[in-house]
């Protein structure tokens, strides 16, 4: 029971940023625009809030406040940073995979350069505790308590929070159903008035803040508030893709499969905890491999009835019919 | 009144060659390396305003003090360049290339250290072998793709990390490959190593020959045969090239599979590269990240817009300015990251610096027309004058 309840309070930090970034990739591609750039804008978000948390951890504010500001700032760095993608596949009606990739190569460069020059090292160390050890009074419910409200971050209320009002403005409003509209047949949501490149800027913006917010999050989760140059968001940027194709751009299915996949991770580096993978005596890096070779599985078994929104990675023409 | 009649004629042969294709796309190369060259003197400025222009100047015209290295350090990135090129023609994006150049280097280390076979041969099998290493790796997506639909970006991303940690294990298992002590893979045997083309202290090799040879004869297959037909075919309309009876699957996982073979090489030509100092070779450190130089092919298959021979002169460019890059950073006190970003704006701009590119000579026609009229009024104006 132990085992389970170590696995379960570990992964939910580790599926949170998994689960905002493919939500975020979710509003881009539902509008029309491939975001392949989500690894980029997540290191990007991770680095203006690590940056942020290093400001301002001597002024005595406490670390979930100061966790708040920090997620608020990435939040605003990620709109910034997707606006450059944003820019290129709509208005200049560029490549957007191409644009993409350049904007993951990018921000590794930049944050080494930054990092480099003002702190001579590849990354931002800071020092502040977000780790929650109880949450008062939830914490005593006798098992969800264990499961949910022990040995956790804030962020991942935060992150189901973000789920609950992702969902409601995609489904439950106007704005959600143009979206959606501009990503199947654009030209049919132009017809009715639309306008297609205000609402494929708002995708490509909300998954940006959401990525950035993703970002951050990972730094907070995974890497205990630190964030590098070198090892980046380690893939998770690629993985929320994976995750949101899996999620076949829908937010519940989402949800599950960013589970599913921390799961399959946070299970790679807890093995010697679990006595019948230990005693399989494999190397551990099968283990560190799972979560890929789980993708590829995965969509080898989804991909054949998957459907992508319709107009994705196409730039909008006015002229086109 | 000759020269007046001779002049259109030659105008108009210029603008058809300024209009063609081939040179519109090498203008707009031009303006986006331009734009990221701007950026990149900027952030100099901002870093370390004293030295910037020193520093820049040495940025761009560095690289020729250091002609040697600037093909070595090519010949890795054109290989990836050409993988990533390639599948481009047909409409994939192979950004996989890092897992295939992973593998493929794995491949031809093991040939090196593992098979004794007489000098002159080795070093052949061993690229033979990195080759194969690249072509398995890109032939799993491949086949992803055509039998299961599975996207080739997602796949090829997952069989990065897959084959990074596959050939990091394999390395570190290996007790005749892998010295734990140092961190790093052991000296490879003299016969598995590329005869040098003995350029003073530099490694630059018979492969950057190789290299430029398969460009050649990819431009070649792209062009004129019918394979290289039905591959751009399907990459300028899918659906057609399939009703006119071309094989896409087929198409698709061949293309994979070369693509995979391209990289695999850039793998082998790097780790079997001859050193200047005798005794040792190149080595490979299993520190699970990403191999550099698969992303560094995306950056010159996009620079020479997917075109075997703009993907010579651009994997040369690119690794001249990141020579120039080096000897800044070592002089100056510039970090070598500058670097990287300059190629990610260039990157970033070239994707739509055709239309910037488009959009400027409009402008400037229009321009021109709106003299032109205002002279043509003006003289309408003088004769009705006149006729009046």
């Known amino acids: 029971m132990d085992t389970i309840y170590y696995l379960v309070q570990n992964m939910l930090p580790i599926a949170v940023p998994l689960l905002l970034v493919a939500l975020g990739g979710m509003f881009s591609e539902r509008s029309g625009v491939i975001n392949i750039g989500l690894e980029g804008i997540m290191l990007f978000g991770a680095f203006f809030g690590c940056l942020t948390v290093y400001g301002i951890q001597r002024s005595g504010m406490g670390p979930q406040t100061i966790l708040i500001i920090a997620m608020l700032i990435s939040a605003v760095a990620g709109i910034l940073f997707s606006m450059l993608l944003s820019f290129a596949a709509v208005n200049m009606k560029a490549d957007q995979t191409i644009t993409g990739t350049a904007l993951n190569m990018l921000v590794p460069a930049i944050v080494l350069l930054f990092s480099k020059m003002k702190f001579n090292s590849d990354g931002i160390t800071t020092d502040v505790n977000f780790y929650i050890q109880q949450v008062p009074g939830l914490s005593s419910i006798p098992v969800l308590g264990d499961l949910f409200f022990k040995k956790t971050y804030v962020t991942v209320y935060i992150g189901f929070l973000f789920l609950a009002i992702a969902t409601i403005i995609f489904y439950k409003t106007k704005f959600g159903l143009r979206l959606r509209a501009c990503g199947e047949h654009p030209q049919a949501a132009d017809s009715v008035g639309i306008n297609v490149y205000v609402m494929r800027h708002a995708g490509v913006a909300l998954s940006g803040f959401l990525g950035g917010i993703g970002g951050f999050f990972y730094s907070v989760g995974v890497m205990d508030g630190n964030t590098n140059g070198h090892t980046g968001v380690a893939g998770f940027g690629f993985l929320a893709l994976a995750v949101m194709i899996f999620g076949q751009w829908k937010p519940l299915k989402i949800m599950f499969a960013a589970l599913f996949f921390a799961f399959l991770r946070i299970l790679a580096y807890s093995v010697a905890l679990i006595p019948f993978l230990h005693n399989l005596n494999l190397n551990q890096t099968y283990f560190k491999m799972l979560p890929y070779v789980a993708t590829m599985i995965v969509l080898i078994f989804t991909s054949q009835k998957s459907r992508a929104p319709k107009a994705e990675g196409i730039p909008y023409d006015k002229g086109r019919r | ?388």
């Open chain 2, 1 to 388: 009144m000759q020269n007046n009649q001779v002049s259109p004629k030659f105008k108009d042969k210029i603008t058809g060659i300024t209009k063609s294709k081939a040179i519109s796309t090498f203008t707009a190369a031009l303006l986006a390396i331009a734009l990221g060259l701007i950026f990149g003197f900027i952030v100099m400025i901002v870093a370390k305003p004293e030295n910037s222009w020193y520093g820049f100047t040495t940025m761009l015209f560095g690289g020729f003090r250091r002609l040697g290295d600037v093909f070595y350090y090519a010949t890795p990135i054109l290989m990836t360049g050409l993988s990533v090129g390639f599948a481009f023609k047909m409409g994939l994006f192979n950004i996989g290339a890092s897992g295939q150049y992973t593998m493929g280097l794995f491949f031809a280390l093991y040939a090196g250290f593992m098979w004794e076979l007489p000098t002159g041969i080795h070093w052949i099998v061993c690229i033979l072998a990195g080759m194969v290493g690249g072509m398995i790796w890109g032939f799993i997506p491949g086949i992803c793709k055509a039998l299961f639909n599975v996207n080739e970006v997602i796949t090829s991303i997952m069989f990065n990390y897959i084959g990074m940690y596959l050939v990091d294990m394999w390395v570190q298992d290996n007790a005749t490959i892998y010295i734990s002590s140092k961190t790093r893979t052991a000296y490879l045997p003299a016969s598995a190593q590329i005869p040098s083309l003995g350029v003073t202290n530099s490694n630059v090799n018979f492969s950057i020959i190789i290299a430029i040879t398969l460009a050649v004869i990819l431009y070649i297959v792209l062009n004129k045969t019918t394979f290289g037909y039905e591959l751009r075919a399907t990459g300028f309309n899918k659906h057609a090239s399939k009703y006119a009876g071309m094989n896409d699957k087929r198409n698709t996982i061949l293309t994979m599979l070369i693509a995979g073979a391209f990289a695999g090489l850039g793998g082998a030509f790097a780790i079997l590269a001859p050193s200047t100092i005798a005794g040792s070779s190149m080595t490979y450190e299993p520190i699970n990240v990403i191999a550099a130089n698969g992303f560094n092919g995306i950056a010159v298959a996009l620079l020479g817009s997917s075109n075997p021979i703009g993907i010579i002169f651009s994997a040369i460019f690119i690794s001249h300015i990141q020579r120039g890059g080096t000897i800044v950073s070592s002089l100056f006190g510039y970090k070598p990251e500058i670097i990287d970003v300059v190629i990610a704006v260039i990157i970033y701009f070239s994707a739509f610096a055709m239309l910037m590119n488009s959009n400027i000579a409009r402008m400037v026609r229009k321009r021109r027309l709106a003299k032109e009229e205002s002279g043509s009024v003006n003289s309408n104006r003088k004769q009705n004058r006149k006729g009046a």
